[in-house]
Every structure is written in C-alpha cells, then in structure tokens.
C-alpha cells in the first residue's frame, strides 16, 4: 500500500464483465436445456461455469493487483464496504422468500387444508381425511412416509461448528490488527477446517435423510422447505469456505495491512451472514 | 469494442436508453398485435394462444426491457453529475448489470420460436398455469433470473455512488429529488428482486425437481406463489414510479421558474410511499378468498399510500402556483404526466377497496388503471426527461416543433387508447381474452385506433431523439433559464469525465 490516490481511482475498459455475461448465458442455456431433457445440457452448463471460473480469477485477479498498487484511496475502500453490505441485504431477502414460504405452509397454508378458518369446506369436501399437521407431505402424502432429522443430532453440532468459526474468524481478524500474520493465518485455517467438518455433517445428513428417514426434496412440502433452505445455505457456506480459502492465501502472502484488508472483511461479513442464516434455520426447521 | 468494454458511466447510460428504446418498440409491435386482434370481436389474426404470449412477453419487455432500463440508464448518465462524481462508485460491475440485458431479452424473445411457444400465462407467471409452459419454461425463468442480476447490480452501484460519491457540501437534503427518489428505488430493488428470484427458483423446482411449493396435494399451496410474488410485485410497481417523480420534480420548477414547493416534504413522501409499498401486496389478489382480516388490512393499508402520493401532486401543483410558466415539450409532458398520472392514481384508489374490486378484478379496468400509471405516468417521464435533458447529453438542441407534435399527438391518442378501457372493464370485459362479446366492440375499436396511433406516434420520438444526437442548434450550457443542479454547470455536452474534481457545493 504505498501511496493512497486522492483521486477516485475510476478504472478503464475492461473485457471481465462481458465475459461475465457470456459466461453467465451460456451457463444458464445449458441448464434450462438439461431441465428440458437435452443430454448436451450438462456440457454446455459446464461450459458456461468455467467461462465464470476463469472470469472470477481474472477479474478479482485485477482488482486485488490494483489494490496492491495502491490505486484505491480510502473512498473507493468505502465502495467497496458499503457494496458488500448492500449484496449481504440482497442475499438475506432471497433467503427470506424460502423463509417465508416455511412460515406461509406452516402457520396458514397447511392449517388450512385441515380445515382451520375458511379451509373448513375444502378440508370437508376435498382432505377429510388428512389430519397430519407440521411435519406433512400433505393430503396427498406426496413422496411417501417419511422421517425428520432430528435437531439434536448432527444439526445441534452443525450449530457449534458454525458459531465456533464466527469466534474463529475474529479472532483472525484481532490477529490481523495486531499485525500478526503466523496467527491471521492460523486462525482462518481454523475457521476453513470448521466450515469444512459443518459441510461434510451436512452431505453425511442429506445421505442419511434421503437412505434411512425416505426424506427427499420430493417429500411435499416439508421436503421441498427442508432441503431448499438447508441446500441454499449450504450452498452459501461451500461459496464462503472458497472465499475463506482465498483470504487466507492472501493473509498468508502479506496481502493485509492492519488498516487496510477490505477482502478479509467482506468475507468475514459474508461468513457471519451465513452463519446467521444458520441459526434461523436450526430454530426455525430443526427444532420447532 | 468501447461500447463492449466501457466503464463510463455516460456511455453506459446511453447504451441503457438505446437497449430501453428497442425494448420499446419490440413491446410496442406486441401491443399492436394484441389491439389488431382486439379491434373487432371474433377471431382475427392470431390464435388464442399467440395472443396470450403477447400479453405475457408485452409485459414482461415493456417492464424489465424498456422502463426499468431507462430509467437506470437516466440515473447512470445524471446522477454522477447531479451530485458532483467522478462517476459511477463501481464501474466495472456497472458494465456488467448493463451487458446482461441484451443476453437476458435474447433469451426471453428467443422462447417464441420454442416448442410450445413463448410463455402465456400472464408475466405474473402463476402456478399452476404456467407450469404448463412448454420448453420455453426454465428459459422464461433463468432470463427473469439474469435481468434480477442485472438489476441488484445496478441497484447497489446507486445506492453506494449517492452514499459514498457526493461532492463535498452536497448533504442528502441538498440532493435533487431524482438522485433521492432513485435512492429509495434502488433500496426497494435490492429487498425485493431476490424475492422475486426465490419464487421464480420454487417454481422451476416445482416443475423440474419435484417439490410441492405450489401444490396443495403436498401441502403447499399455488396462492403462496401470489403472496411471495407480489411481495415483490408491490415494491416493483413503485420500482418504476418513484423515478418518474424525481423527474418530475426536476421539470416543473425549471420551467415554472420556481424553486420545487415542499423539498423536505417530497423526501418524506417519496420513503413513506416506499415503506408503505411493502405491507400493500395482497390487494391484488383481493378475489383469490383470503380471511377478511386480510382483505381489510390490505385495503386500509392501499388507501394509506394516497396520502404521499397527494403530497407530492399538491406540492408539483403548488410550484407551478403563480410561477412564470413556458411551456416547452419537456414541461408539456411533465404536466401530462402530473394529469393523467393522477388519473391513473384515482382508479387505483378506486380499485383498492376491495368490495369495488370483486367486481373490476381482472377486468379491462385494471388494464386501464396501470396503462395510466405506467404509460401516461412513467413512460411520459422518461420522455420528459429524454426532451429535458437531451440538450446536455448531445449538446444539440431538439426540434421543440416535432416535439410538441409529438406531444399532443400522443397525448390524445393515449387517451383515446386507454379512457375506453375504463368503460369496457366497468361494463365486464375480462383482460387476456382475446375475443369478446358484441357488446364491446364499439370501444374496443375506438382503442385499437388510438392504440395504432399512439404506436406509430412513438416513430416521430425516436426520429427526434436521432435527429437531435446527429445535429442541429447548439445548446447552451445552462440551457434551460430556470434550470438548477450541478448538471448544468457542465458544458453541454457534457464532457466524457463529468467531475474529476469534485466542485464545492454551499
């Protein structure tokens, strides 16, 4: 970080966004036609996520080269903060739309179909005989009978893992301040290993839900909520151990000064966020 | 390859309005079909099911493809330079949310010649109608998926550019109304596109992956597909008003030679419309039998937003209250908006009580009510603001003959198009229909002559706006006498970097 610009460091042409977009199209084409049944789908969907890959390293690749020159004064920093903060909030509705479709099937839409409130008629003359409530499969016991994970299990730990590493990653980022790298480093390994073991419970529950407890993405309404919201998260927390790794490659090539190490806390944010989400899922899905 | 690799925030902002104008026109020929086949009762042109993807594709282009892209494209181009930036805070991912749209509407047209042709369900895209969408389903998705990208992206570089970009001396409260009211648009974008992305992803998973989201037999049900939906719906209509109002409140003063009555007060209104617009959703789907609870809060809550909405038209009247009125195409329009915008509000006050709207409910006096709001109301913003501030932008004056033709050519026929649709829809006329009973035929031929009118009208637009970037009288650079703001203290036209040092602002 030599010298700070007073001028906002405005950047020229660049090809990375238009790759973005191909990339992004020729993703999104293979998909809808695997969803068609097209067997080149796949291949092409592929084709579409390494053109995103190679984006990603390139066009962050460019960012973090002009950052270690020095081109971004403390306004530009502040962009890129207050961005961050911005997409968090974008990411918290999509949750929210999952969220409320939970609350919606669990407080109204299945009340209902037992016969609560104005669903009396359709309970009498279409369900009469359905009188599961939360979990169900719904009148039709879409997917068959089906078993719950239980939360104290395997989700219970999940829970200690994920707080740890919010504790984990603090401490990093205390180290980090302190100008310590060796134990900037050791920590984010820590919160990485963390995030790891929580990804690895989550793949050995899905196993176990969809061999032992017949619990699927097809099994109704509690399937579809269950393995939507938890897939999503964990989607989110593979995304945030990736950018884990990568701070933590940069921590370790003294990428980070005390005052200045954006991407440390952008990703830092990120991991809270996911951590967040957690805990109204472990609440929300797990044990009520 | 400038155009491809840019990060100017103006060249940005041109590429936006020209993508904006195709979108119009490719819209615009879809509305043309839908009153070719309206204009007489019976069968005509097409068959049913080409004139629902007509409906459904016209709203979905004229939406995502023209307003809402134009309207970020006036704010890349002005609010830089409203606020005394450099440019927009992250170029790079401006770029980007713009080169999308192309891609995305690419997509979305592409559908038309798939199996089982383009999407017909309506753009509210409900279940279970449109799971019966053939190969075009995942692709309808994934491009309302890529243009909410697009538009997250954009939304977050407004917001951060107006927080973190601002001249020094230039407070919130000193900042043009357009800068504050895209403010709060971009808000209202960034909490409801992913909301809209979460539904659209449940129902692709309902059709491809075998959940029950929408499906009663599981447990779901298909009305939580409408709640979600117009959790996002309801924002999104204000997504494209609430600009409009800060052009407005731009143009009145300048040509009233009056500073805007009532600042604080427009700020006020603009956030009260905004928070209101997120707890208003369920009033349209007053027919779909909810508990009457909910029936009553959703309309008490709808007839609350009249009250900043009045705010705003009372203090537009106000400014122009003994002003020194001129009346150039620009302001001509922003009066037709503040006029027929209102209209539009009233039937929609009308529409709110949810008694009244049993019976207008998906009938041609919805059509009517947001043809209004959205044609008389944002559309003639953006053509407001294209007479405006076209003069800045090319340093070109435009042809004010052509454009108060223009203007009052539009101005009648968009009346005679919509005012009928009134009539029709109070008298039962149900909307996405394409035949209807002999009883209509009268005022549906009435509004498929202003409608055909109004289309070809839209051909003089486009050739003044070419005519003015190719030449003609300079402008000046304050070009307008009353006109304040920081935009004009630039050359016209504005040179390519607006303020590389900030100018001070008392």
């Known amino acids: 970080m030599a010298h700070a610009s007073d001028h906002y460091y405005v950047p020229h042409g660049s090809y990375w966004p238009i790759i973005a977009s191909v990339g992004l199209t020729i993703g999104v084409v293979g998909a809808a036609s695997a969803f068609n049944g097209s067997s080149t789908g796949y291949a092409v969907l592929a084709v579409g996520l390494a053109i995103i890959f190679y984006m990603m390293f390139g066009w962050f690749g460019t960012v973090i080269r002009e950052s270690l020159k020095g081109e971004y004064n403390e306004q530009v920093d502040r962009s890129f903060r207050q961005g961050m903060m911005w997409f968090i909030f974008s990411e918290v509705m999509f949750f929210a739309a999952f969220f409320g479709a939970l609350f919606y099937a669990r407080m109204l839409s299945v009340p209902w179909l037992l016969g609560e409130d104005s669903g009396a008629a359709t309970h009498e003359f279409l369900w009469s005989s359905f009188n599961e409530a939360w979990p169900t499969n719904g009148p039709a016991g879409v997917g068959g009978e089906f078993q719950t994970v239980g939360a104290w299990g395997i989700p219970a730990l999940n829970t200690l893992l994920l707080l740890s590493s919010g504790v984990t990653i603090t401490l990093s980022h205390w180290a980090l301040k302190a100008n310590d790298r060796a134990k900037t480093v050791l920590w984010l390994v820590a919160t990485v290993l963390l995030g790891a073991v929580f990804l690895g419970f989550q793949a050995y529950e899905y196993i176990h839900a969809y061999h032992e407890l017949n619990l699927t993405l097809e099994s109704g309404i509690y399937g579809s909520t269950f393995f939507m919201l938890t897939g999503f998260h964990g989607f989110h927390v593979t995304l945030g151990t990736i950018m884990l790794i990568v701070i933590t490659i940069r921590a370790a090539k003294g990428h980070f000064t005390p005052d200045n190490h954006f991407a440390f806390e952008g990703v830092a944010w990120y991991w809270h966020f996911v951590d967040v989400v957690w805990l109204g899922l472990f609440i929300f899905v797990y044990v009520l | 390859m400038r155009w491809i690799t840019t990060t100017n925030h103006k060249d940005i902002g041109s590429l936006y309005l020209l993508l904006a104008l195709l979108m119009f026109f490719i819209g615009g020929a879809m509305a043309m079909v839908i009153r070719a086949e309206l204009f007489q009762p019976g069968m005509q042109l097409v068959d049913p099911q080409f004139f ?5 594709v016209h709203a979905l282009v004229m939406i995502f493809g023209a307003v809402m892209p134009a309207f970020t494209g006036l704010a890349n181009w002005l609010i830089p330079m409203m606020i005394g930036a450099p440019d ?29 042709g383009a999407p017909a369900g309506g753009w509210t895209l409900y279940p279970p109608l449109v799971l019966q969408t053939g190969a075009a389903f995942p692709f309808v998705i994934f491009a309302i998926h890529l243009m909410g990208i697009s538009s997250i992206m954009g939304s977050i570089n407004v917001v951060v550019t107006i927080l973190n970009m601002r001249a020094p001396g230039m407070t919130l409260m000193k900042m043009p109304l357009f800068a504050w009211t895209w403010l709060i648009t971009a808000y209202l974008l960034i909490a409801t596109m992913p909301v809209l992305a979460g539904a659209v992803t449940m129902l692709l998973t309902d059709k491809f992956a075998g959940t029950s989201f929408f499906s009663a037999a599981g447990g779901g049900d298909p009305v939580m597909f409408q709640h979600i939906f117009w959790f996002f719906g309801h924002p999104e209509v204000y997504i494209l008003i609430l600009p409009a109002f800060g052009i407005v409140s731009a143009i009145v003063p300048t040509f009233a030679r009056k500073p805007l009555f009532g600042y604080s007060s427009m700020v006020y209104a603009t956030a009260s419309i905004a928070f209101l617009s997120f707890i208003v959703w369920a009033h349209h789907m007053f027919t779909v039998g909810m508990p009457v609870v909910g029936e009553l809060f959703f309309m008490y809550a709808t007839m609350m937003i009249a009250v900043p909405t009045g705010v705003k038209v009372f203090n537009w009247v106000s400014t122009m209250w003994k002003g020194s009125m001129t009346f150039e195409t620009p302001m001509l329009f922003a009066i037709g908006f503040i006029f027929m915008f209102t209209i539009g509000g009233f039937s929609g006050l009308m529409l709110a009580i949810a008694p009244a ?21 944002a559309v003639y913003s953006i053509m407001a603001a294209t007479y405006y501030w076209l003069p800045k932008w090319t340093g070109n004056m435009y042809d004010e003959r052509l454009g108060k033709l223009h203007f009052w050519i539009s101005t009648i026929s968009v009346n005679v198009l ?21 009883q209509f035929a009268d005022w549906n031929m009435i509004s498929s002559i202003g409608g055909f ?5 839209q051909l003089m637009f486009a050739y003044v706006v070419f005519k003015t970037i190719r030449g003609g009288e300079k402008a000046s650079d304050q070009v307008w006498e009353g006109a304040q703001g920081l935009e004009w203290t630039l050359p016209s036209p504005a040179p390519y970097h607006s303020f590389t040092d900030a100018p001070v602002v008392k």
Do not use: C, E, K
């Open chain 2, 52 to 56: 629902n993807s007509m409906t459904t």
């Open chain 2, 88 to 116: 927009m805070a992250l170029p790079r991912l401006n770029n980007f949310s713009f080169w999308i749209l192309p891609f995305a509407f690419t997509l979305l047209i592409s559908t038309f010649f798939m199996d089982g």
């Open chain 2, 357 to 377: 709207d049993f019976q207008y409910h998906d009938t041609y006096f919805v059509v009517a009510h947001f043809h209004y709001v959205l044609v008389t109301g």
């Open chain 2, 418 to 438: 919509f005012f009928p649709q009134h009539f029709l829809g109070l008298a039962g006329m149900p909307r996405r229909i394409p035949d209807y009973s002999v």
């Open chain 2, 453 to 457: 009118v109004f289309g070809l009208s």
